[in-house]
């Protein structure tokens, strides 16, 4: 497998940036906005999954050329978990971290405070569960999402990570690292898992990521009733009409980090498709993108570990 050195040390490029720790009604939130809102433009909100950071997750997306183009016209927000951003102390004995809906229910306050009026969404995993689930709560807040390895079902990962490793010490990273690459990764893309693992083991504090991995795991069924597209072998279940499924050759569990120029590239038709059309691209192969009927206000991309991408309009309130 072919991929881009990822950029998990690496700050942010040299743009307007700054960072806030906010207070919600379930803690406090780190979080980091690039660039300003520009007029009634939505604002591009991250969440990064289970042992990484808003940098190690995003950085080499958001770092790509083609993606520094489509946010000279978005402000960014990048949300770090409670205690997962750089440099975070300990949680204090005995503190009760946030499940996964009160960290959804965090968002409101997030953009109350930085006034913004709604966003289009990225999350990764664990994040993208959040996001997915301020959106069920707050739909007039959420204009697009991009959801990457999302899972909605409440059951847990550990024991399956734990199958995937046998002969494995199945201590904390191990199962981590488990969740994000395949066995195939593991074993054979040896510079990629040795900066993740180094990254996860190193510079997640150790206690605060088992914290935010038991919230994870003991997440709640989002409770869609209708047929859905998230689960495995969503690809059967999408209807055509509305959706396009395209293959992402050699993307691995963090299609953001191996191939953020062909994330970068598909984002900006998604973000095409709602009608914001002042970004262009020259690539005939994402053409067919242009013809998706835009009279949906709800769009949701999302990539699952299997290295496809589902494009296409949902209305997200059930």
């Known amino acids: 497998m072919t991929y881009i050195k990822p950029m998990v040390l ?14 919600t009604p379930h803690g406090v ?8 809102p520009k007029g009634n433009c939505p604002v591009i909100l991250t969440y990064h999954d289970i042992g990484l ?5 995003f950085n080499t997306l958001f770092n ?21 951003q750089e440099g975070a102390p300990p949680f204090p004995t005995g ?14 306050s997030v953009l109350t405070q930085l006034k913004v ?10 994040g993208a569960y959040i996001l997915t689930r301020f959106a069920l709560n707050q739909p007039s807040l959420v204009e697009g999402l991009v959801l990457i390895n999302v899972d909605p079902c409440a059951e847990g990962w550990m024991d399956w990570a734990a199958s ?6 199945s201590n904390l990273v191990d199962i981590v690292m488990a969740h994000h690459f395949s066995t195939e990764e593991l074993t054979d893309n040896q510079e990629l898992i040795q900066t993740y693992r180094l990254h996860i083991a190193q510079d997640i504090n150790q206690d605060n990521l088992a914290l935010f991995c038991g919230s994870y795991n003991a997440r709640q069924d989002l409770g869609i009733e209708r047929p859905m597209f998230f689960v495995v072998e969503c690809n059967s279940r999408l209807n055509p009409t509305k959706t396009t499924l395209l293959k992402m050759a050699d993307c691995g569990g963090l299609p953001q980090v191996v191939q953020p120029g062909k994330l970068a590239e598909a984002f900006k038709y998604f973000v095409q498709g709602m009608g914001y059309s002042d970004l262009h ?14 009279n949906y206000l709800k769009k949701i991309w999302i990539i699952n570990h299997q290295s496809s991408v589902n494009i296409g309009h949902r209305h997200i309130v059930p």
Not at 29 to 36: A, E, F, I, N, Q
Not at 64 to 84: K, L, R, W, Y
């Open 10 to 23: 690496i700050k942010e490029m040299n743009i307007n940036h700054d960072e806030h720790d906010i207070e």
């Open 29 to 36: 939130l780190h979080v980091t906005m690039r660039g300003s």
């Open 53 to 57: 950071n808003h940098k190690s997750c």
């Open 64 to 84: 790509f050329e083609d993606m520094t183009e489509i946010t000279q016209h978005f402000a960014v927000v990048h949300v770090d978990a409670p205690g997962q």
């Open 95 to 108: 503190y009760q971290y946030p499940t996964m809906d009160e960290l959804a229910e965090m968002m409101p």
């Open 117 to 126: 009026n709604s966003v289009i969404g990225i999350g990764v995993g664990a």
């Open 164 to 169: 995937k490793l046998t002969g494995w010490t």
């Open 281 to 294: 691209s020259s690539a005939s192969v994402w053409t067919y993108v242009s013809c998706v009927n835009v």
